[in-house]
């Protein structure tokens, strides 16, 4: 099925990469195309670099024309601006010195983003990477053996507290890293109930301990370690998971959310949720003290805390790539279709709506392949898939 919209794909026999019949974007069906894919991605990266190594060289060299020129621009855009839009910089832009800005915005086919008060985390084909959100050099915090490209690459299988990372691999392993030490580490092993299939997995935590959905079991553990406890069976297969004030929510493959107490108990079906499990890998399920929210393929649904009713929050515009919870909004990203049909490059937005209702905000344009979000104080962080960049956007 297709990695965007989860339809169906129909490759032929022999087939190395398959067009979306719906959506038009190229799927990736037989191991031979991804070396292919990848030296595509190099060459595109190599050019931003170059990009980016002309600009700066420029702002040194002609630091009054550089100044001139955005003058022009801004003075020239202002009739056709629009209201509470802007175009979002990457890290890179933000340095000062090329070789930091480089490894600063560029990685290899970036996805998976997460903030604490400290960090950015994301994921990539080349590992795992850190960077402290004042800039900086960034570091691997994992290597690609231990990420293993391509299982930390769905769902929502990344979470962060204010000390490590945790992620799961394609067997159900939970492994996790230490900021301090950035040492790859096993928390616990995969228990028999896990499900082969790469793209049903999640991660999450909160003060004390780490919860995850890997097959047919919800499961938690203390953080620091100990026996894992399987809080739920989703005998239906198990693929998303959300923690609340006071609950744990999840889906199964039959498209159904479910929530329960964090310490145990019964699991009691919250709504039915369409396409959760197909629709495509990114973080579109999330939930805070306020309730739950969830992207079914064109609206951005709530349950609020202590309510059973569904609300329809807002209704996208395109394909969400990610979803973020901040605060009194729900962030997300959009991957929209604006290039020539058949075109696989997908320009978005990036938008926000206030939890209580209203419209929708559009933050910043011109996102291309976004994969997922996150929020903090003071900016929006998301990632560019194929241009491997991790971007950020003052609030």
């Known amino acids: 099925m297709c990695h965007v919209c989860g339809g169906p794909l129909g490759a032929p026999p022999g087939a190395g990469v398959a067009r979306c019949p719906f959506c038009h974007t190229d799927n990736i069906v037989a191991p031979s195309a991804l070396g292919r894919a990848v030296q595509k991605s190099d060459w595109l990266l190599s050019q931003h670099e170059r990009e980016l190594q002309a600009r700066w060289t420029h702002a040194r060299l002609f630091p009054w024309r550089t100044a001139a020129v955005a003058a022009l621009v801004f003075l020239v855009s202002m009739p056709v601006s629009c209201a509470g839009c802007s175009m979002a910089e990457p890290f890179a832009l933000r340095m000062t010195d090329p070789q930091q800005s480089r490894e600063a915005a560029v990685s290899k086919l970036a996805t998976l983003v997460a903030v604490n008060s400290s960090y ?16 900086g050099k960034v570091r691997e915090l994992a290597s690609p053996a231990a990420a293993e490209y391509g299982d930390v690459l769905w769902e929502e299988a990344l979470a962060v507290d204010e000390s490590h990372a945790y992620w799961l691999q394609r067997s159900g392993r939970l492994m996790r890293a230490s900021f301090a030490e950035r ?11 896990e499900d082969p299939s790469p793209w049903l997995g999640a991660v999450a ?130 991957q929209k279709e ?22 929708p905000e559009v933050m910043a344009k011109g996102a291309k392949d976004t994969v997922s979000v996150a929020v903090d104080d003071t900016a929006v962080y998301w990632t ?12």
């Open 338 to 359: 604006t290039m020539p049909r058949g075109s696989t490059t997908r320009y978005g937005w990036v938008q926000r709506v206030r939890k209580d209702g209203g419209e």
């Open 120 to 135: 950015v985390v994301w994921t990539a084909y080349d590992g795992i990477h850190m960077m402290r959100k004042s800039g």
């Open 205 to 334: 935590v909160d003060s004390t301990h780490v919860y995850w959905v890997k097959g047919v079991a919800v499961r938690r553990m203390p953080k620091e370690g100990g026996q894992a406890s399987v809080l739920a069976r989703a005998d239906k297969g198990g693929c998303r998971l959300a923690l609340g004030l006071d609950l744990v929510f999840f889906a199964n493959d039959q498209q159904e959310i479910l929530a329960m107490p964090k310490q145990g108990g019964e699991a009691r079906r919250v709504a039915q949720g369409e396409f959760l499990c197909h629709l495509q890998k990114t973080s579109t399920f999330a939930a805070d003290d306020s309730g739950l929210y969830w992207y079914d393929g064109q609206v951005i649904h709530q349950v609020r805390a202590g309510e059973e009713s569904v609300r329809d929050l807002a209704r996208t515009n395109g394909v969400v790539g990610g979803l973020a919870l901040h605060g009194d909004y729900v962030y997300w990203v959009t």
């Open 384 to 395: 560019e898939k194929l241009r491997g960049r991790l971007m950020v956007l003052p609030r």
């Open 183 to 193: 040492r790859a580490t096993v928390l616990a092993e995969p228990d028999g109930l």
